[in-house]
T-cell receptor, first 114, second 113 residues
Framework: EADIYQTPRYLVIGTGKKITLECSQT?????MYWYQQDPGMELHLIHY???????EKGDLSSESTVSRIRTEHFPLTLESARPSHTSQYLC?????????????FGQGTRLTVV | AQSVSQHNHHVILSEAASLELGCNYS??????LFWYVQYPGQHLQLLLK??????LVKGIKGFEAEFIKSKFSFNLRKPSVQWSDTAEYFC???????????FGKGTKLSVKP
């Protein structure tokens, strides 16, 4: 059982609000990821981190930002939510810099911006 | 552009039917390959993975996949599906020093009892 947690599971919020999606893992993994997934579509990598104080943008451009102040914590922030941000956001973690390793996923946050 | 292609968007099978889900990737060189499954309401979990060695890999719950390098393919198979296999299945690839997982669009499998 993967020890990676995302909160909240579901969030409905008004346009213009600032939101932070939380992701924590207890496996001591250095590498962490955020993916965005629309229904019926592939997971798109939007952010990743190699460890504390490391953040990188992924393949899909996103208006969100991330931070990595602690190894176990990788929150994602939207400064001003818009309806176009409505999606599911998945957090994952893996061991660092090893190609032959799997990623473990959280249960996701389904965000709806109205 | 780099990509992972899953050929089937939605597959509907009866119990005990055989399953094969296609996955192709467009990278050259060394790749690591994965199949993940997402059961309704649950998180993504690993079914099986290929890093090197025997190209036929066995996973959990009776699933297997075959890596065919010449065809850039990593198809998922199960000889006899069960209703509990109803889920969404994602093929994924790691390539390059960054080691980021790139996913296909997923295939929804519905198994009729």
């Amino acid at each position: 059982e993967a020890d990676i947690y995302q909160t909240p599971r579901y969030l409905v919020i008004g346009t213009g609000k600032k939101i932070t999606l939380e992701c924590s893992q207890t496996m001591g993994h250095d590498k962490m990821y955020w993916y965005q997934q629309d229904p019926g579509m592939e997971l798109h990598l939007i952010h990743y981190s190699y460890g504390v104080n490391s953040t990188e943008k992924g393949d899909l451009s996103s208006e969100s930002t991330v931070s990595r102040i602690r190894t176990e914590h990788f929150p994602l922030t939207l400064e001003s939510a818009r309806p176009s941000h409505t999606s599911q956001y998945l957090c994952a973690s893996s061991e660092l810099a090893q190609m032959n390793t799997e990623a473990f996923f959280g249960q996701g946050t389904r965000l709806t911006v109205v | 552009a780099q990509s992972v292609s899953q050929h089937n968007h939605h597959v509907i099978l009866s119990e005990a039917a055989s399953l094969e889900l296609g996955c192709n990737y467009s990278y050259g060189g060394t790749v690591n390959l994965f199949w993940y499954v997402q059961y309704p309401g649950q998180h993504l979990q690993l079914l099986l993975k290929y890093f090197s060695g025997d190209p036929l890999v066995k996973g959990i719950k009776g699933f297997e996949a075959e890596f065919i390098k010449s065809k850039f393919s990593f198809n998922l198979r199960k000889p006899s599906v069960q209703w509990s296999d109803t889920a969404e299945y994602f093929c994924a690839v790691i390539r390059g020093s960054q080691g980021n997982l790139i996913f296909g669009k997923g295939t929804k499998l519905s198994v009729k009892p």
